[in-house]
């Protein structure tokens, strides 16, 4: 439905308005999209299929032909144009945090060379040993939701940066400061470290472990309707495009919030586990805080680039999932007017006329 809504829009058709032949200045001017799809199109959706029958009608089959042509042509560039805008601007965002966080990672990785040869301090004891592989899933988990933030802020970007394009006067959405949606979030937080602490006594097989991610699943899942219904109940008045892109940018301001809170949670974690580490010498320790560092860092590194390359394979493919199966074929006959129709009408109506006059010419005579 939103397709078709997108194919009566006038980004779609005031090209097509335009290109009517035998049309005044003054009647183009008094056109609109609107009345001109009530008039000139029939659009619609094959039932229990994912199939869009375009019907155009016209003055000459080469006028109806062309309409029903162009508004797939025309529909198909604008969702390209939607989708490559989108993706471009992403990727170009995501471009300049993968230089800043290389940086980082270079310098984290220096640190942690330069103090490992200062001090000479290159492995840490069994007793580090064994708390750093406690941490690590801790460290894994942190590193996750750091590129969430910046996938999510990469979308809040994308979709601002849209909805800018297309002048929209849109209200701002603080969803994610909702009572319904803070519940869930903290829910949510509270489970991802429940499941952290699952992973560091049980493997992935483990019922324990496996009920818990189905439970966190679940909440995702809340937390995801409760932010559609919240945006379908302020985007009624939009058009299907800025709807689109309000509900993305309002999901994607939820899932930054989520992931900051699950983050503050695990490093909450984290520092009672660097209490636990209090016993080791001050450069073993030194060393094991510079090390996570690095590792986290770089992990954020990899998840962007990875990122970034599936955003170029998204925008390459320019809306490629809207195939056109059938084009507009040329009309072999009218629909209007139906001139058997109309002479059969007016044959009836002058016999009924003739009929009512003899009649009355009858009587008068008899009279």
């Known amino acids: ?3 078709i809504e997108i194919m009566k829009s006038r980004a779609v058709l005031e090209p097509i308005m335009d290109q009517l032949e035998d049309i005044t200045p003054e009647t183009r001017e008094k056109m609109t999209a609107a009345g001109f799809a009530k008039s000139n199109l029939e659009i619609e959706n094959v039932k229990g299929t994912n199939l869009i029958n375009v019907i155009g009608r016209g003055r000459t089959p080469e006028e109806a032909q062309m309409i029903s042509a162009n508004v797939v042509d025309n529909f198909l560039k604008v ?4 989708n490559q805008n989108s993706q471009s601007y992403m990727v170009k965002f995501l471009n300049e945090r993968i230089d800043n966080t290389k940086k980082e990672s270079d310098e ?7 103090f490992s040869r200062e001090h000479k301090v290159y492995l840490p004891d069994e007793q580090a040993k064994a708390m750093v592989e406690r941490e ?3 460290d894994k988990a942190l590193g996750e939701f750091l590129v969430k933030q910046q996938a999510a802020g990469a979308q809040i970007e994308a979709a601002s940066s849209e909805l800018g394009k297309q002048n929209a006067n849109l209200s701002t959405f603080n969803i994610a400061d909702s009572t319904v949606v803070v519940e869930l979030r903290e829910k949510i937080a509270e489970q991802e470290v429940e499941i952290i602490k699952l992973e560091q006594k049980y493997t992935e097989e ?8 189905e439970q966190l699943r ?3 899942i809340s937390l995801s309707r409760e932010v559609a219904d ?3 109940g302020g985007t009624a008045s939009m058009n299907p495009t800025q709807a689109a892109l309000v509900q993305a940018q309002a999901q994607a301001q939820v899932d930054m919030a989520v992931a900051n809170a699950s983050e503050i949670a695990v490093r909450a974690q984290m520092a009672e586990a660097d209490s636990d580490m209090a016993q080791l010498s001050e450069d073993a320790l030194e060393y094991l805080k510079l090390k996570r560092d690095a590792e986290i860092k770089n992990e954020v590194y990899i998840a962007l680039v990875k990122q970034s390359e599936q955003s170029k394979i998204e925008a390459t493919m320019e809306s490629m999932d809207i195939q056109v199966i059938d084009k507009a074929n040329l009309p072999i006959k009218k629909c209007a007017p ?3 129709l109309i002479t059969l009408g007016g044959m009836s109506i002058g016999i009924l006329i003739c009929l009512i006059y003899g009649f009355w010419m009858y009587r008068k005579e008899g009279y």
């Open 1 to 3: 439905m939103n397709y």
């Open 79 to 82: 969702m390209t144009d939607v």
């Open 108 to 114: 984290a990785a220096s640190k942690l060379e330069s």
């Open 136 to 138: 690590t899933i801790y």
């Open 206 to 213: 483990h019922p324990e472990l496996i009920s818990a991610r």
């Open 218 to 220: 679940s909440l995702k």
């Open 230 to 232: 919240a945006v379908a």
């Open 338 to 340: 139906n001139r058997r």
